[in-house]
């Protein structure tokens, strides 16, 4: 059986408040007008738009935290990796503003490692901080938001075909899915005394003690696929046009979030054409270190 992310009905929630038709064309254009920008001045806005989202939508902090924190500590894990080799943002900026080196006192195969503290690393960080934590609060949002019942005919509603719109619902189901056959899987084989809590040696001793719960689930999420299939053949799936069980109307809310949305984009294209919102970094740091 499909299960679903934890979503439930909200009473005060801002976006279950809206059609989800028109909540998925508005992240649509948020995703790409905060992908035009790389100055910081500019992403702000994007994320104080992510963060009121994030209050207003009735999720609580225990729904998200553990999605919440491995997104935002991958997050922070990759800005300082960006901000510690230099990597990224050399096709943003030719010239760098040294502020201070850090040598070790040791050399590798006649390498020394050297920390270089810019002050363009340090924008190009801070810029990839706000512009990817704006997308993933967002994203975050979406599962926990939006009703599963409504998957299909939401993608259906924007313009996908039968099949990509039930295939869209098949994927959205099936990393929950996939995760209660796992959690259930490990529990069954705690309950025959293995034990999974105690797995030492390398990765390949490892990935071998592992084989009792993935060699399971691969199998049944196999079948169950298959089933899947059957059940749509038997039903005369993609023979013609599907109907739906749900109708989803447009209200004058939604037509004022979708504008809304399509006036973002729109601006954030001319802006870019305009060669603004480029990456930036302040002229009194430049001047104070060069």
């Given at each position: 059986m499909l299960v679903a992310w934890r979503y439930r009905k909200r009473a005060h929630?801002?976006?279950q408040s809206f059609d989800p038709r028109a909540w998925v064309i508005f992240y649509a254009c948020f995703l790409f007008s905060t992908l035009s920008f790389w100055d910081v001045r500019f992403l702000l806005p994007f994320l104080l738009v992510a963060f009121f989202v994030l209050f207003t939508s009735g999720v609580k902090w225990h729904e998200i935290r553990r999605a919440f924190l491995f997104i935002i500590g991958f997050?922070?894990?990759f800005a300082i990796l960006t901000f510690i080799t230099g990597?990224?943002?050399t096709e943003l900026y030719e010239?760098?503003?040294l502020i201070r080196e850090f040598k070790a006192s040791f050399s590798i195969f006649g390498w020394t490692p050297t920390l270089q503290i810019t002050v363009e690393r340090a924008f190009f960080a801070i810029s990839q901080l706000v512009r990817v934590s704006s997308i993933a609060i967002?994203?975050?949002l979406i599962p926990y938001s939006l009703d599963p019942a409504l998957y299909g005919i939401t993608f259906k509603g924007l313009g996908l075909h039968d099949k990509?719109?039930?295939a869209m619902d098949l994927t959205m189901r099936f990393i929950p899915t996939f995760g209660r056959d796992f959690q259930m899987t490990m529990d069954a084989q705690r309950a025959r005394g293995y034990e999974l809590d105690k797995i030492s040696g390398g990765i390949v001793q490892q990935v071998r003690r592992l084989g009792p719960v993935?060699?399971?689930?691969?199998i049944h999420a196999i079948i169950g696929s298959e089933d899947i299939i059957d059940a749509m053949d038997l039903r005369a799936f993609g023979v013609g046009p599907r109907t739906w069980l749900d109708v989803l109307t447009y209200q004058l809310r939604d037509r004022i979030l979708i504008i809304f949305g399509?006036?973002?984009l729109s601006s954030s294209i001319i802006i870019g054409l305009g060669g603004y919102g480029k990456f930036w970094v302040p002229e009194i740091l430049i001047k104070l270190f060069t």
């Open positions: 929630s801002l976006i997050i922070f894990f990597r990224g943002g010239k760098e503003h967002m994203t975050i990509f719109a039930y993935l060699v399971p689930v691969t399509v006036l973002i």
